[in-house]
């Protein structure tokens, strides 16, 4: 005799149910008695379905409202004026820039609008420009500005996988938490590879490829970053082993911008111009010592068959279409950087005096001094600060023992000849400072 079928009420419909095999009540506790079946449970399911579909939507809008807002405020002109708050001179490197990154915001709405099949491709950057020219601080100027995850990562650290050093992955990383950890910010950032010259192959393109093992290996695992692939790394501070949960990034997306000061370039540049002013018969015209073209107008012409030469591979030079040099700072530009920027180095000075009471000048024949060491040092911008600091020291030492208001002057002897800056009280006329032209606001 068969036995009559199991039938039990659905605890959410209420509906009794003949129960055939364990799917037409899939939730059932013989215990209390509960039981949810197979409608409602299809139900549920429906319902939730719906519900993630409707906010998927939702945020993709919210993403492409986001970048409609965003390619308003990246307007190239916008981000150029943006730059010259902080960076003297550089225009050219400053227009490639900004038009790269309003690039990159359009491709970003486009691959969210449109699905014609055209696709737009990526223009990553290369920069080429002599030591403290601006380089590392027209990017991180720019990152600071931009809406979308932006991380500097040095590639000179970086190391091909099983070498000591870090991972070519770390650049993704960085991105990834620039990105406050979100996976699709991630995928539409842009990374700066800075120090791109330091994984040179340093026997260049003519000698054995083994003579420098470790640097060819970073270039062919950033060139895989590059093509647009999945990156896997670990999160932060977690050891890379077999099971460590691993996070995934598509690189296709992200805008690359590389840097560096490829210090010894012109050279090939020049060489190879000589060669071929030689090859069409102007060979008589290649100029002595003295006339020899001026570092700049080298690099202006440089092409990706100088950087081949230069030691990087010829399928990462490849995949960076964009070439911008910038120029050296001659002393007049050195000149300005030291008080025009909104973080110039005098401002920075002259606010952290004002806090001790004390107004801070400089003579123009002690900038310019200043403007004149800093060439002497050909470091660029950057060795501005120190030959300050140097006057500044003794100063920033002995002020705060009295609260007096005073006035510190630096003439042109403190800057060249080791003189002790002039200090005298501060007139009633001369307080309040903060309405005078020369106490300037500073931003760092
Ligand atoms: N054109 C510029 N305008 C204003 N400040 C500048 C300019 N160039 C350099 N500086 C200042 O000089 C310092 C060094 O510049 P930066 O780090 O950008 O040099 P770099 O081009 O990256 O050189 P390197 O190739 O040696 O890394 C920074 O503090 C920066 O603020
Ligand atoms: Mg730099
Ligand atoms: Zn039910």
Known sequence: MPKAPMQHVCSF???????????????????????????????????LEAHEQETAEHEKKDFTDALATSLEKTKPHVVKEYLDKYIINQDHAKKILSVAVYNHYKRMKYGYEHSDGT?????????????????TALLSHLS????IPFAVTDASSLTEAGFVG??????VRNLYYAADKDIDRTEHGIIYLDEFDKIARKSGENNSITADPGHEGTQQALLKMLEGSIVEFTARGQRKHPEAPTIKVNTQNILFIVGGAFVGIDKIIEKRLQKSEASIGFGAKVEGENDKP???????????QDLMKYGIIPEIIGRLPVICTLETLDEDALLRILTEPVNAPVRQYQKLLEMDNVELEFDDAALRAVAKEAIKRKTGARSLKGIIEDVMLDIMFDIPRSDEPRIVRITEDCITKGAQPEIRPANKQDTPKKTKKTAAKTEE
């Open 13 to 47: 419909c209420k509906r009794l149910v003949t129960i055939k095999n364990q799917y037409d009540m899939p939730i059932f506790d013989p215990q209390s008695g509960f039981a949810i079946c197979k409608n409602c449970i299809e139900d549920i399911y429906h319902f």
């Open 144 to 147: 600071q500005l931009l809406d």
């Open 166 to 171: 870090a991972d070519v992955e770390v650049a």
């Open 294 to 304: 001026k570092f700049d107008d080298l690099l202006r012409q440089v092409t990706p």
């Open 119 to 135: 696709e737009i491709e990526k223009s990553n950057v290369i920069m080429l420009g002599p030591s403290g020219c601006g380089k």
